[in-house]
């Protein structure tokens, strides 16, 4: 059964509660930001609880399962531990508390002071007749949890009785019949799980304790001022009464604590309580003496008590209560109940769970020890802060996986010293990268003006252009053109222009014909210009001139209407001069042409001569002689 519950939405994970968990049963592994709960290794302390400042734990609450059974057709009886008196000071009369329970709706209302009796008696026998062996009471739960997780070897140590609780809901089963369902109300939030863990039938059938008893009062508006006088049901006890006191149950019956002659020592608070059942498992041979263990400061102080509880106020409330019974105590018929009730069973085992750790390797626990410092640490050296007893001890829950190096005060604090030496080192750096940026700023909004103010002009010098201009993208949607080239396109794209000015983001292919935007299309995929290329469009004849802005994504066009005057004396003095340059080229081919053939016929006629004048010469020279 799970006692402590997590809501892992309220936690703050400031770990509290793992540094205050006398067993270490909740624990922060690595690799996770939030505490677990190991159910299995949790003795049900309760202190946990008063830490958490978030309320992010809680014990499991029994008051939906109390309200239902009461709801039923079913008798059930409440039994109550003998601390009400130091807990419930704000109500004036035992009498009407117990008519406040009975109001909730439980037909019976019994005391757990006779179950006390009769486990006092059953101490007495045991205690009293030594035969060698050396016994831990087990009248606090947290204790037996303790003993059966953590020193299992111990159980045959642990006096085989039942606690008073499960003594009296037994002579409740007998009194009023096995079908009865019967609730204990104390102070102890381990009581919970204790029916489950016992080995015979479980007496009882929900455990709540006096703060989830305040809740339902509360809930259900019930006051002490509005209801008369209501006795408990028998059997009452006798001294059961001091049961809340730590030794309270030694005094029932008498048994000697004398320091000189008696053999039961008492020990109560969690300070004392680990390191008295190390001692009785280390010394018992030397000791020799009972042990009389509690957790708490007696039942007066349990975890399902009021918070900001006065101990030595609670205790006088119980003395003081246990006289007032005293007054109306009747031995005669306590006696007789004594006898009546001698069958109960009243004795029981404990099974060992152990839940202990394995210890990790040396080389792991060095490990820790060096990553948060304490390198060469003795299992003495210590702050203590973290929750464990030493560093070493540390260590090795560490290297164990239920804590994390961050719980360390001493490995956060150089961190955080280390984190803000960066953290200086960074805002130095910042601080002059701030220096840098707004210097960068005032040149960006420097260079952006002068930007805008070149792009004004621009624009006005567009507008102003005669001939039409126009800027693509790539998808030949116009990114930007002027007035003369919407006044060339004609009446449709000036109605455009009204709803979208200067045409942007209007697409090109709705606006020209195919011959004509074919040709933007083929210098953004070529990259190559086009000229001074004329294009008919509406019964006019356009000079175009396209060009690459920014390779295969934007090209710009030069527009220009040949029927305009200044464009057509321009073309016609472009063209004399294109005409007047081609006719001197051919002039000069022809020229050229000419010189050469009248070359070649003159080397020819050259040649013919020098040929006749050798022969002449020839024949002359043979006449002669």
């Given at each position: 059964?799970?006692?402590?519950?997590?809501?892992?939405?309220?936690?703050?994970?400031?770990?509290?509660?793992?540094?205050?968990?006398?067993?270490?049963?909740?624990?922060?592994?690595?690799?996770?930001?939030?505490?677990?709960?190991?159910?299995?290794?949790?003795?049900?302390?309760?202190?946990?609880?008063?830490?958490?400042?978030?309320?992010?734990?809680?014990?499991?609450?029994?008051?939906?399962?109390?309200?239902?059974?009461?709801?039923?057709?079913?008798?059930?009886?409440?039994?109550?531990?003998?601390?009400?008196?130091?807990?419930?000071?704000?109500?004036?009369?035992?009498?009407?508390?117990?008519?406040?329970i009975?109001?909730?709706?439980?037909?019976?209302?019994?005391?757990?002071?006779?179950?006390?009796?009769?486990?006092?008696?059953?101490?007495?026998?045991?205690?009293e007749?030594?035969?060698?062996?050396?016994?831990?009471?087990?009248?606090?739960?947290?204790?037996?949890?303790?003993?059966?997780?953590?020193?299992?070897?111990?159980?045959?140590?642990?006096?085989?009785?039942?606690?008073?609780?499960?003594?009296?809901?037994?002579?409740?089963?007998?009194?009023?019949?096995?079908?009865?369902?019967?609730?204990y109300?104390?102070?102890?939030?381990?009581?919970?799980?204790?029916?489950?863990?016992?080995?015979?039938?479980?007496?009882?059938?929900?455990?709540?304790?006096f703060?989830?008893?305040?809740?339902?009062?509360?809930?259900?508006?019930?006051?002490?001022?509005?209801?008369?006088?209501?006795?408990?049901?028998?059997?009452?006890?006798?001294?059961?009464?001091?049961?809340?006191?730590?030794?309270?149950?030694?005094?029932?019956?008498?048994?000697?604590?004398?320091?000189?002659?008696?053999?039961?020592?008492?020990?109560?608070?969690?300070?004392?309580?680990?390191?008295?059942v190390?001692?009785?498992?280390?010394?018992?041979?030397?000791?020799?003496?009972?042990?009389?263990?509690?957790?708490?400061?007696?039942?007066?102080?349990?975890?399902?008590?009021?918070?900001?509880?006065?101990?030595?106020?609670?205790?006088s409330?119980?003395?003081?209560?246990?006289?007032?019974?005293?007054?109306?105590?009747?031995?005669?018929?306590?006696?007789?109940?004594?006898?009546?009730?001698?069958?109960?069973?009243?004795?029981?085992?404990?099974?060992?769970?152990?839940?202990?750790?394995?210890v990790?390797?040396?080389?792991?626990?060095?490990?820790?020890?060096?990553?948060?410092?304490?390198?060469?640490?003795?299992?003495?050296?210590?702050?203590?802060?973290?929750?464990?007893?030493?560093?070493?001890?540390?260590?090795?829950?560490?290297?164990?996986?239920?804590?994390?190096?961050?719980?360390?005060?001493?490995?956060?604090?150089?961190?955080?010293?280390?984190?803000?030496?960066?953290?200086?080192?960074?805002?130095?750096?910042?601080?002059?990268?701030?220096?840098?940026?707004?210097?960068?700023?005032?040149?960006?909004?420097?260079?952006q003006?002068?930007?805008?103010?070149?792009?004004?002009?621009?624009?006005?010098?567009?507008?102003?252009?005669?001939?039409?201009?126009?800027?693509?993208?790539?998808?030949?949607?116009?990114?930007?053109?002027?007035?003369?080239?919407?006044?060339?396109?004609?009446e449709?794209?000036?109605?455009?222009?009204?709803?979208?000015?200067g045409?942007?983001?209007?697409?090109?292919?709705?606006?020209?014909?195919?011959?004509?935007?074919n040709?933007?299309?083929?210098?953004?995929?070529?990259?190559?210009?086009v000229?001074?290329?004329?294009?008919?469009?509406?019964d006019?004849?356009?000079?175009?001139?396209?060009?690459?802005?920014?390779?295969?994504?934007?090209?710009?066009?030069?527009?220009?209407?040949?029927?305009?005057?200044?464009?057509?004396?321009?073309?016609?003095?472009?063209?004399?001069?294109?005409?007047?340059t081609?006719?001197?080229?051919?002039?000069?081919?022809?020229?050229?042409?000419?010189?050469?053939?009248?070359?070649?016929?003159?080397?020819?006629?050259?040649?013919?001569?020098?040929?006749?004048?050798?022969?002449?010469?020839?024949?002359?020279?043979?006449?002669?002689?």
């Open positions: 059964m799970q006692v402590i519950e997590f809501d892992k939405e309220k936690c703050i994970q400031c770990y509290a509660c793992v540094r205050v968990c006398p067993v270490k049963a909740i624990a922060v592994p690595i690799n996770e930001d939030y505490p677990s709960i190991l159910h299995n290794r949790c003795i049900g302390c309760g202190d946990c609880l008063p830490v958490c400042s978030p309320a992010a734990l809680t014990f499991s609450s029994s008051i939906a399962r109390v309200n239902e059974l009461l709801a039923s057709d079913r008798k059930v009886a409440a039994i109550l531990a003998p601390s009400i008196a130091g807990e419930f000071t704000d109500i004036t009369d035992y009498r009407k508390f117990v008519s406040m009975r109001e909730l709706g439980f037909e019976y209302v019994n005391e757990v002071s006779f179950g006390a009796d009769l486990v006092a008696q059953e101490y007495k026998e045991l205690l007749n030594f035969k060698g062996k050396y016994y831990i009471t087990s009248l606090c739960p947290t204790l037996t949890a303790y003993v059966c997780y953590f020193y299992p070897e111990l159980t045959v140590n642990l006096a085989p009785i039942v606690t008073p609780m499960i003594a009296t809901a037994r002579v409740v089963k007998q009194k009023y019949g096995p079908e009865v369902k019967v609730v109300i104390g102070p102890c939030i381990s009581a919970k799980y204790e029916p489950f863990l016992l080995e015979d039938e479980n007496p009882i059938d929900e455990v709540l304790t703060t989830e008893l305040r809740q339902m009062f509360k809930e259900a508006s019930i006051t002490e001022q509005t209801l008369e006088y209501s006795e408990f049901d028998g059997p009452i006890g006798h001294l059961g009464s001091l049961f809340p006191i730590s030794n309270g149950l030694l005094q029932a019956v008498g048994l000697d604590e004398n320091l000189l002659t008696g053999t039961i020592t008492t020990i109560e608070g969690k300070d004392n309580f680990m390191d008295s190390r001692q009785f498992n280390n010394y018992t041979e030397l000791i020799r003496r009972h042990f009389n263990i509690f957790y708490c400061h007696g039942c007066l102080m349990g975890p399902g008590t009021s918070p900001g509880g006065e101990k030595y106020l609670r205790r409330m119980a003395v003081e209560y246990a006289n007032k019974r005293l007054k109306e105590f009747k031995p005669e018929a306590w006696q007789e109940n004594i006898q009546k009730y001698n069958t109960i069973k009243l004795s029981r085992n404990f099974r060992p769970d152990d839940q202990r750790l394995q990790p390797q040396k080389e792991k626990i060095d490990e820790v020890l060096k990553v948060i410092g304490r390198e060469g640490a003795d299992n003495l050296m210590g702050c203590g802060a973290c929750g464990f007893s030493s560093c070493y001890e540390f260590a090795t829950a560490v290297a164990s996986g239920l804590a994390k190096p961050e719980m360390c005060i001493t490995y956060n604090l150089r961190n955080q010293n280390e984190y803000i030496k960066t953290l200086k080192a960074t805002n130095e750096k910042l601080a002059k990268t701030e220096i840098a940026l707004k210097e960068s700023e005032k040149i960006a909004r420097r260079e003006m002068l930007a805008r103010e070149a792009n004004e002009v621009v624009n006005i010098m567009l507008q102003k252009l005669p001939s039409g201009v126009v800027i693509v993208d790539e998808n030949l949607k116009i990114v930007q053109a002027n007035k003369t080239f919407i006044e060339t396109l004609g449709d794209a000036r109605l455009i222009d009204e709803v979208i000015p045409l942007v983001g209007a697409d090109l292919k709705t606006l020209l014909p195919y011959q004509f935007y040709l933007f299309s083929y210098v953004l995929k070529s990259g190559e210009d000229t001074n290329r004329d294009v008919n469009f509406n006019n004849i356009l000079n175009v001139s396209i060009f690459t802005i920014r390779p295969n994504k934007i090209v710009g066009a030069v527009v220009r209407d040949l029927k305009m005057p200044e464009v057509r004396r321009e073309q016609i003095i472009n063209r004399i001069n294109e005409a007047i081609e006719n001197l080229e051919m002039v000069q081919k022809i020229g050229f042409l000419l010189g050469e053939g009248a070359s070649k016929t003159e080397r020819m006629l050259n040649s013919i001569i020098s040929a006749y004048q050798s022969e002449k010469n020839d024949k002359t020279g043979q006449a002669e002689p």
